[in-house]
């Protein structure tokens, strides 16, 4: 297909756009479900099972995910998965039973898996072969920055809009996405379609990168899943929602103070001074009493997210050839899925053991082994894919 010379080109400011609504959208569902499913009855496990049903599906199906994208003409894929995925936020108000919303859940999964793998992938499509780095790079911000507008949009419309009214706002957000997607108008040539095989649905060459991200998600899934908890149990609940403002802050102030670095491939300190400011931030959590710790913390969490994130979806989208950046993004994607599910599950047994400001600073740890993971073998590989480029 034709592509710009730019990085910005007009597909790839939409996809932008596209990308950053879908992911605002999901993340602003996350405060949303647990309040919905206690107005309809549904209280104590039962609403985790809920919450996890949708974590199940999608690490399943990540890997026909990337099938479906490198077999078939991934635009057409995409529209129509994300009006599947628009379809899921109503689902929510139509099937206000605990059996029925695990099913809408493990159905949400199913086309977020595509969703979340399918704009990555076509992003790396319109960009020039030379620019792809640099111009994922950009891209993968909209993951940061969705992870961190989407809660602080949840909990305002919670706050002030009915359960009803709430869910259908986060559908139209949706909606805006799949009208900016449409005016993309991609093609693409004809592929030859392989049959699937489960041992092609897994891209080996971005494993690496993805069990070095899990690591890096440990932490984040159990700040993003308990934060609201521990804003309860410290009295600090009415800055919860500046927490999310200062995490974004954090974010793009790193992004836009690093991003040349990150171009001229400087990128072995980037890790490592991300890694120490995230580490600190964990541990800092010991002494956090006051609303303007968790600020700060939000704000130096969102420093070491800002750069790492963007850096490690540049790191696989950039050393892989684009038939196979769709099973690629799905196998990378995986890092998500699992490394916020067992942040999540883990806080959720060290809260009843030691505590949450306690279990907050054991997540440290993650980091720890991340940058064992990082020096010891990731960077040295990213070089080698890289060094046939340079040739």
Known sequence: ?????????????????????????????????????????????????????????????????????????????????????????????????????????????????????????????????????????????????GMAVGPFVGLQVQSRLSSKASFLTVFGITVAALICVSCCRMKYPKVERKKFSLKDSIHGPALPFMFNMMFLMIPYGAVIAYSSILAQEKGIMGYLPYFYICLVAGMLLSKLSTQKAIDAGKHRPLVFASLVVLILTMVSFLFLNTGVHLLAAGFFFGLGYGILQPLFQSFVTGTTPGPKRGVANSTYMLSYDIGIGIGSLLMGFMQESMGLTRGFALTAIAYVVDAIVYVTYVDGYYHRLRMPERR
Not at 37 to 42: L, S, T, W
Not at 51 to 58: D, G, Y
Not at 71 to 80: E, G, K, P
Request: net charge positive; glycine share 6%.
């Open 1 to 145: 297909m034709e592509q710009s010379e730019k990085i910005w080109n007009w597909r790839f400011v939409l996809l932008f756009i596209t990308n950053l609504l879908v992911l605002a959208a999901f993340y602003a569902s996350i405060p949303l479900i647990p309040v919905y499913c206690q107005e309809i009855g549904i209280t104590g496990s039962r609403v985790g099972i809920v919450l996890t049903a949708m974590s199940v599906a999608t690490v399943l199906f990540r890997p026909v995910a990337g099938y479906l994208l490198d077999n078939f003409n991934r635009y057409h894929v995409y529209l129509l998965f994300l009006t599947l995925f628009c379809l899921s936020f109503p689902a929510f108000l139509a099937f206000p039973v605990f059996g029925l919303l695990i099913v809408v859940r493990l159905y949400m999964g199913v086309v977020y898996s595509v969703c979340g793998s399918a704009t990555m992938t076509l992003a790396g499509d319109v960009l020039p072969p030379a620019k792809v780095t640099e111009g994922i790079s950009r891209f993968a911000f909209t993951v940061s920055i």
